[in-house]
Each structure stands twice: as structure tokens, then as C-alpha cells.
């Protein structure tokens, strides 16, 4: 019996603190998380940002230049007369 009434003791106390710790955010936390999120977005803004002038302006695609143009069916029928 003693040790029945020491488990329910140690779960009421078990669930008090649970509660007490979850207990609603304050409107003063959701600004500093808004803070926090403004600076995170500040500075990946600047980390991440597209990088240019990796390719020269002389890259070609050489396959691209050997092919030849698609003429259409009645064109190349057309200058065969």
C-alpha cells in the first residue's frame, strides 16, 4: 500500500513539472524568435546568394555548333529542284 501511494505521489509530481514546462509561449519569445529568424535570414541572404563569372564568355557548346540546322521537309524538297 505504502508503495502504491509513493508511485501515485511521484507521478502526481512527475505531471505538475510536465505542465509547469510546457506551459504557453509568452509574447516576448515569439519576438525573439522573429528576431532570430530575421538574422538567420539576413545572413544566409548574403551567403547563398547566386555566384556569377564562372563561366567565360568564350564557353561554347561545340556539339551544339555541329549540328546542323532542321530544315523543314518542303524546304530541303524545294531545293532540290
Given at each position: ?5 509513493i ?50 564568355d ?24
Amino acid at each position: 500500500m505504502l508503495n502504491k501511494n509513493i508511485a501515485i505521489a511521484v507521478a502526481v509530481v512527475l505531471a505538475i513539472v510536465c505542465l509547469a514546462e510546457a506551459r504557453e509561449e509568452g509574447p516576448h519569445d515569439m519576438a525573439d524568435a522573429l528576431r532570430m529568424l530575421q538574422e538567420l535570414d539576413r545572413y544566409y541572404t548574403q551567403a547563398a546568394r547566386p555566384r556569377f563569372g564562372k563561366r567565360s564568355d568564350a564557353y561554347t557548346n561545340w556539339a551544339k555548333d555541329l549540328e546542323k540546322p532542321d530544315l523543314p521537309a518542303w524546304l530541303s524538297y524545294a531545293r532540290r529542284r
